[in-house]
């Protein structure tokens, strides 16, 4: 398989079911904001300064972003439910929901809004958690599928208490607003 196709040259991508659209649409834009926010997780467990358990993590969700993506550019359903890779599901966002709970129940309690930054894991981290915020809202743009948006919505909370996380391990305070 090539790298190139010479298929968006003119400014066209195809969707899953073969379908050609503007590399502008709505839904490309989509699933790009859910790259994007892909290579950013990527960026934050690059270096190897992660705890171990937040990169086991991120490999995981990046995986899921992988069949979230797979989903937004599959708008006829074409892609067969046995491919179960290519699925997000409510057990998905429970997994996110532990995690959450699990981390946040070690940090101290927020009273304030905190300013992103922090040690640059963190500081990636919340980077990462305003590109999901970003990929949510176009979803939401879309009519996404439901069960997309509540996975993108809990994952931006798991990337905001993520960062925190890193910072604590990291003995870096947060600053208030």
Known sequence: ???YTRTG????????????VSKADARVAAYGDVDELNAWLGLARAPGRLNS????MIVQ?????????????????????????????????????????????KLPPLRRFILPGGSHQGALLH????????A??????????PQLIV???????LLFVM???ENEGAGIPEIEW
Not at 151 to 157: A, G, K, P, Q, V
Request: with cysteine; net charge negative; aromatic share 4%.
């Open 53 to 56: 358990r937040t990169e086991e």
């Open 163 to 165: 960062a925190r996380a």
């Open 9 to 20: 040259d003119s400014g066209e991508t195809g969707l899953f079911d073969g379908t050609r």
């Open 127 to 134: 980077v990462a958690r305003t590109v999901c915020r970003r």
């Open 61 to 105: 969700i990046q995986r899921d972003l992988f069949a979230l993506g797979a989903r937004l550019a599959d708008p006829s359903h074409k892609i067969a439910e046995r491919v179960t890779k290519a699925q997000v599901q409510s057990d998905d966002v429970a997994r996110l929901e532990g995690w959450i709970d699990a981390l946040d129940e």
């Open 1 to 3: 398989m090539k790298i």
């Open 151 to 157: 996975y993108l919505n809990r994952l931006s909370d």
């Open 136 to 145: 949510e809202r176009a979803v939401v743009g879309i009519g996404g599928d």
